[in-house]
């Protein structure tokens, strides 16, 4: 399968949602991937807790396609959904609460006349709060530098919403290693080049 690896987020045509809402259930815990790409880490969460649903969400349509075929095919329970997740979380979701947030190793956009499409802003972080429940983490992981630090000024500037879990307190990264037995290709391709990975991992307030 062929797929875009760059998508512009900006481009009017994500500003209205088309894409298919997850199948939630009442009786059914759910965790959401912004940005999933083939939804590698969300089937391994699938596999250690298969009572849960697993619902990633992703800008590139073909993906979102892949990913449903073979979820479908091996019957696990995972959902992508074919949105901009900036714009859009709140109208997918219809204020259903999810036990995590997984924020795994987003586009850099590296050019600085590209920053502007970088996903993790104020704008995402506000859909995550209303998304998650009181005591649910958020967890972000990247390889770029420049990313993690964005992200840890972004979201600690929210910390009437979210706590910092690291032992460090405010404006630290995790440092225990990715607590969720599950990798994205990534997260795989990071350890075997000997990258270094930071994460950051938040409890949504009350």
Known sequence: ????????????????????????????????????????????RSVADPSRLYVGLEIREE??????????????????????????INEIFGGRKAER???NFPDPWFKKRHHERRMIDDQLITGVASLLRPGG?????????????DALGVIELRDEWFTN????????????????GAQSWREMNAAEEGLPVWRILYTRNG
């Open 137 to 149: 983490e958020l967890f972000v992981q990247t390889d770029v530098w420049d990313i993690a630090i």
């Open 101 to 103: 947030v997984y924020l």
């Open 165 to 180: 879990c690291s032992p460090d307190g405010p404006f630290s990264f995790w440092r225990g290693g990715n607590p969720f």
């Open 63 to 88: 993906l979102v396609h892949w990913v449903n075929r073979k979820a479908k095919r091996e019957a696990r329970p995972v959902h992508a959904v074919f949105c901009q997740a900036q714009l859009h």
């Open 1 to 44: 399968m062929r797929v875009r690896q760059h998508v512009n987020p900006l481009h009017s045509q994500f500003a209205r949602f088309v894409g298919e809402r997850p199948p939630l259930r009442d009786d059914q815990l759910f965790e959401v991937e912004i940005g999933c790409a083939d939804a590698q880490f969300l089937f391994e």
